[in-house]
């Protein structure tokens, strides 16, 4: 008979998900993860189970089979929450792939939800992004500032999927979710044994600079240095990894003390804006290498600068960043220097 300590990670093998499954176990839950590594690797499991000195339970699904994934919750008696990465999440892909974007990401949320009703599961942890803000009028946001209609079919996945966690929640489902909305996450875990691990050219800035400096990238393009920014360039708030898996742990926490239904959105970032240049030289000064950069066009779709106003994740979920952007930088180089070839 399991504790009722269970935690359905979905894309647990991912990124910010790897990262969440460390928190989790630290922290006292039995993360499940479900993962069909379609955009991961096998061999990240291994790190897991080396890094929290576990053997973790791992389903290898498609997170859009309803029989698969209510197979995972019948097999489990002890599950408690949801924590639900996976995802398609790169913006470019989802303008050439719009069906399969919202096929993805919308199916596998009702799959979710579905279980959930079937096997009574409460708690439930959805990853959004400050893309549901759009080009706000305020670079700094709270959760107060409005949605703007999606630029892209990802944003829209994310703004569609908030919204059906508020329908389902106002529909009588016993349920308690928190949406956290993540800004830019960046580095890796301090071992140096999990990280990201972007298919093919990178489409983010960190993992670009990472693969420029070793090698495999010949040279890094700036997106426009003509923005209305200090420098030019844009600016961005950028969160270790590490932190952002911590928050999870601190939302499933907050979860449980809920006596009623909920649905509340959180802002997840340090509070602090970073443009591209400063990422660039903090980067060349933390890790002692030159990073080869060009200034190029702008890239069309971007955001001239957001960062978050995360008071309410602070207060309410009692959550604080431990890692500087600077931090993070280190970590991401040392995570590059051990991704297995
Ligand atoms: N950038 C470059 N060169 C690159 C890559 C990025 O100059 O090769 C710049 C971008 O123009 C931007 C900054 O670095 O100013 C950050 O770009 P990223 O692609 O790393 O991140 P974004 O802010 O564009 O995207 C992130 C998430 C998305 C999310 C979006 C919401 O990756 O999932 O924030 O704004 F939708």
């Known amino acids: 008979m399991s504790a009722n300590n269970q935690i359905v990670v979905t894309g647990g093998a991912g990124y910010i998900g790897s990262h969440t499954v460390v928190e989790l176990v630290n922290a006292g839950y039995e993360p499940i993860i479900i993962d069909d590594f379609r955009n991961s690797k096998e061999w990240i499991i291994d790190r897991l189970n080396d890094i929290t000195n576990q053997s973790l339970k791992v389903y290898t699904v498609d997170c859009t089979s309803q029989t698969d994934i209510d197979k995972v919750f019948a097999d489990n008696k002890g599950i408690v929450g949801v924590i639900h990465f996976a995802a398609y999440k790169a913006v470019g892909e989802s303008v050439a792939e719009p069906v399969m974007y919202y096929e993805n990401n919308i199916t596998s949320m009702c799959v979710v939800l579905n279980a959930m009703k079937k096997f009574n599961v409460e708690q439930l942890v959805f990853s959004s992004s400050c893309t549901v803000y759009g080009e706000p009028d305020n670079p700094i946001v709270d ?78 393009t700036v997106f426009g240095d003509d923005y209305n920014t200090a420098d030019g360039t844009c600016i ?44 660039i030289h903090t980067f060349e000064n933390v890790n002692q290498v030159k990073v080869n950069y060009q200034i190029g066009d702008r890239r069309p779709g971007d955001v001239e600068q957001i960062w978050a106003n995360a008071a309410k994740a602070n207060n309410v979920l009692n959550w604080h ?20 070839a």
Not at 180 to 191: E, K, V
Not at 236 to 256: E, S
Not at 322 to 327: F, H, L, N, R, S
């Open 143 to 220: 959760e107060h500032t409005p949605i703007q209609k999606a630029e892209s079919p990802y944003g829209a996945t994310k703004i569609a999927c908030e919204q059906l966690a508020q329908f389902a929640v106002q529909s009588g489902q016993a349920l308690k979710i928190c949406l956290l909305r993540y800004f830019n996450p960046i580095g890796a875990h301090p071992s140096g044994k999990i990280g990201e691990l972007p298919q093919g050219i990178p489409n983010n800035l960190v993992p670009y600079i990472t693969q420029t400096v070793k090698g495999i990238r010949e040279k890094l």
């Open 236 to 279: 961005r708030d950028y969160i270790h990894v590490v932190d952002l898996a911590d928050a999870h742990v601190k939302a499933l926490n907050w979860l449980a003390k809920q006596s009623s239904s909920v649905c509340e959105p959180f802002n997840l970032g340090t509070g602090k804006g970073s443009s591209v240049l400063e990422i």
């Open 321 to 340: 960043c431990k890692y500087t952007m600077a931090d993070a930088l280190k970590h991401s180089w040392n995570w590059e220097q051990n991704i297995e």
